[in-house]
């Protein structure tokens, strides 16, 4: 009598591995999605957080208009990295190196601090940044820039490029300009 070993054979010992494969696969996707989507919430979540911080730092303070007024804008009203970053010191009260900015807090109409984002949320000029690492876009109502182009006029306007990085001129849905699906985040939406 001849004895069979007992053990797998090689098509046998492929088919585990493809199975194995076509499973971390699945997996694979499943958990990018999930980090994709985790990335988009918590974007949504800084914005939402910003428009409440600014919100209540215009019904304390009045406008930015005052606390704006030496920065270059652009014709479309956008503020620049520098004036983002100062919108954040003024709302936390701090300075981009996390020193407390006593002139601030000294205010007697200044209540906050209105915002208290983590060191990683801001960039190295101190602007709030969204879960890929951009600045967050931001407009505010000012002077001659009150109505231009904003759409919540009667105040303030902040959006991230989202997932594909691009911008998409705000748009969180429809056809980006680049071809694509439009998908900034934005506060206005």
């Known amino acids: 009598m001849v004895s069979r070993k007992k053990g797998f054979t090689l098509i046998e010992l492929l088919a585990v591995i493809a199975i194995i494969g076509i499973l971390a696969g699945f997996i694979f996707a499943a958990v990018s999605s999930s980090v994709e989507r985790a990335k988009i919430t918590k974007t949504q979540s800084t914005i939402s957080n910003l428009s409440i911080a600014l919100t209540n730092y215009e019904r304390d303070n009045g406008s930015f208009d005052a606390k704006l007024e030496n920065g270059q804008q652009m014709p479309t009203g956008i503020l620049d990295e520098s004036e983002r970053a100062e919108v954040v010191r003024i709302l936390t009260g ?86 694509g699906k439009a998908d900034d985040i934005n506060n206005w939406d």
């Open 94 to 179: 701090k300075r981009a190196d996390g020193r407390v900015d006593t002139q601030i807090r000294e205010d007697p109409r200044w209540s906050g601090p209105y915002l208290e984002p983590k060191t990683k949320e801001l960039s190295d000029k101190g602007a709030l940044v969204d879960a890929w690492g951009h600045a967050l876009m931001m407009r505010i109502k000012q002077g001659n820039y009150d109505k231009m182009m904003l759409h919540r006029p009667d105040s303030f306007e902040t959006h991230s490029w989202g997932p594909n990085e691009l911008d998409d001129e705000g748009k969180s849905s429809g056809k980006s300009r680049h071809g």
